[in-house]
């Protein structure tokens, strides 16, 4: 029974539940015959594996391991949600000290136990910082990492959805840009609804300026109103479509959405961050972002809050300078 590769796709986080959506995820679209579970919490993740094999994906040889070495051997594909999650009353940055040095421990990992991996997903918040500190350790080439950054764009189709009463499938090409959090940058000028720009739509009587500017906050909030709604984070979103992200590095079906991806011109440098993306069997690429002056300058504010993080990182000395950098990792200019 065909698979889209038999090459070996690792999950860590497994035993969490962003981690074992993954899991059943990965597997239900056939994406691998090879799939390894890994996370440090050996009777959860044991007790995942029970039940990706109770589902008898009878096509996959799935393995798990609580020992990262075994994990990450020979690993060519790789989706990580190891770090701790969000929790009420805290933003992606509150998680910044603890995962970053997760993310550290992470990328050396890589770099000692499967250098020859072709493509990572970094998924734990906050991810734009997580996955530049993997990319940095890990030593691996910028197109191999990306992180989950879809979400919010999601959470835009979503509500436009809601509020014009269409399918999801009509409202297009909606896209956030810059960080992943609170600073993210909201783009109206991409997005059509059943065809119309939704730039002809705001501030009409279809959607009004004031209700435009409560779906932007809804779409900035919107994992908080996750956690205030379930009383967790969210799982079933992010594991999907970050296995969706993996799809398309194994040369499966394209990627639709903007992908955090690490920047270095046109201002944006040494930086990850969200972009207009395609993301296939040679890695990720970016174009340049186009919009209006005005989105453009709340780009440019995402960008300015994402370095602040990257510098609270350097500050912690869990980064070194940005001129050390490409000797940590050769493949960074």
């Known amino acids: 029974m065909n698979t889209l590769t038999n090459e070996k796709l690792t999950i860590v986080g497994a035993a969490g539940m962003i981690g074992s959506n993954m899991a059943q995820t990965a597997l239900m679209m056939r994406l691998s015959s090879e799939v390894c579970l890994y996370d440090p919490y050996a009777q959860g993740l044991e007790g995942v594996a029970e039940e990706m094999f109770h589902c008898s994906f009878d ?60 493509h990572v997903v970094v998924i734990f918040n906050p991810a734009d910082i997580t996955g530049l500190i993997t990319l940095l350790y890990s030593g691996l ?35 956030t840009y810059g960080g992943h959090g609170e600073q993210m940058a909201v783009f109206a000028s991409t997005a059509t609804v059943a065809g119309t720009p939704l730039l002809d739509l705001i501030g009409t009587d279809k959607l009004t300026a004031e209700q435009w500017a409560a779906i932007r906050q809804d779409v900035i909030q919107g994992g908080k109103k996750i956690i205030d709604l379930r009383g967790r984070s969210s799982f079933q979103s992010p594991a999907y479509v970050s296995v969706e992200m993996i799809r398309a590095a194994m040369g499966g079906e394209a990627f639709r959405w903007p992908a955090g991806t690490y920047v270095h011109s046109n201002g944006f440098d040494h930086i990850m961050m969200a972009m207009e993306t395609t993301i296939d069997a040679t890695g990720v690429h970016y174009a340049d972002v186009k919009g209006t002056d005005e989105e453009k300058a709340e780009l440019a504010k995402s960008y300015e809050h994402l370095c602040t993080l990257r510098d609270e990182v350097i500050g912690m000395g869990v980064l070194p300078p940005i001129s050390e950098w490409h000797n940590l990792n050769p493949n960074i200019l």
Do not use: W
């Open 59 to 118: 096509y996959a040889h799935i393995t798990y391991t609580s020992d990262i070495k075994e994990a990450l051997t020979g690993a060519k594909y790789v989706i990580s949600s190891g770090g701790a999650a969000r929790k009420a009353g805290m933003t992606r940055e509150d998680l910044l000290k603890g995962n970053a040095k997760i993310a550290e421990d992470f990328g050396r990992n890589i770099r000692e136990y499967c250098p020859d991996v072709k």
């Open 141 to 175: 080439k910028p197109s191999q990492v990306t992180t989950l950054a879809a979400l919010d764009s999601t959470r835009l189709q979503s509500a436009l959805a809601k509020h014009f009463g269409v399918p999801q499938g009509e409202v297009k090409n909606c896209r």
